[in-house]
């Protein structure tokens, strides 16, 4: 095989994992929607048929781990020089297929409250905050896919913004509970998921990181004044 050939073969595995990685971020976008739907409707079969979404995402989440490592195996067999870009983008490939699977995870801790939900009414608070984390994991979804660092940098900035919106429900259960109006039970589940919330949208926010890095080759970091760009 000659170089020409190497690289045209390094090309199509690596598009056939960003391929596979769309299809594996459809997926987690949608166990998301149905975890979510599942809490606010108090229905226990939605809720179970949430949860069983999850197995084809880890299974999908170990095959492409598997492709990502034998990708770069192959490299090194045929002791092919990569370039900085094509290392990058293998990188971020296998990152950005982890954070998916644990916004996976996140959504089945969705789903399983609500057994403890105890039909109680919730605030209207938390339906903002669902609404704003779904559109977090859509846009990080989207910039992974279109490779859109303007995006990514949307996805990083709206992290106070779910913060706010966590802080607001937990302020609203204890209210709710001070004024006799919800149970303690209630306000751990409403507690659960609003923390469960604010991971999606970190994990979310970890793959605007990965975009970054791998179109413009630089490290984001977090601060107290917001986020900065480290160029390597």
């Known amino acids: ?11 199509g595995k690596l598009e056939a994992i960003r391929a596979e990685l769309s299809a594996q971020g459809t997926r987690v ?17 939605a809720a179970k048929t949430a949860i069983d979404l999850d197995d084809p995402i880890d299974r999908a989440d170990v095959e492409l781990e598997n492709a990502c490592v034998e990708l770069l195996c192959d490299a090194s067999r045929e002791q092919r020089e990569l370039a900085p870009a094509q290392l990058r ?8 297929n982890n954070e998916l699977e644990r916004i996976a995870d996140c959504a089945v801790t969705i789903a399983e409250q609500v057994v403890r939900r105890e039909g ?14 779904l559109g977090v994991v859509r846009d990080a979804q989207t910039c992974l896919d ?14 106070d913004t779910i913060l706010g919106f966590k802080q607001a429900v937990r ?3 204890e209210k709710a509970i001070a004024a006799g109006t919800m149970t303690v039970q209630t306000g751990f ?14 994990h979310a926010t970890n793959i605007a990181e990965q975009v970054l890095y791998a179109v413009t080759g630089t490290i984001v970091r977090h601060c107290e004044t917001g986020w900065i760009e480290i160029n390597l």
């Open 171 to 173: 302020d609203a259960a």
């Open 1 to 11: 095989m000659n170089a020409s050939q190497a690289q045209d073969g390094f090309a």
């Open 120 to 133: 109680a009414e919730l605030p209207n608070t938390l339906r903002v905050l669902a609404n704003s984390v």
């Open 29 to 45: 976008l949608v166990i998301c929607e149905a975890g979510f739907d599942a809490f606010f409707a108090d229905d226990v079969d």
């Open 146 to 159: 279109d490779r859109d660092a303007d995006l990514a940098k949307q996805v990083l900035r709206s992290e």
């Open 89 to 96: 983008e293998v990188l971020v490939a296998a990152k950005a």
């Open 189 to 202: 589940v409403l507690h659960e998921l609003a923390s469960a919330c604010e991971h999606m949208a970190d």
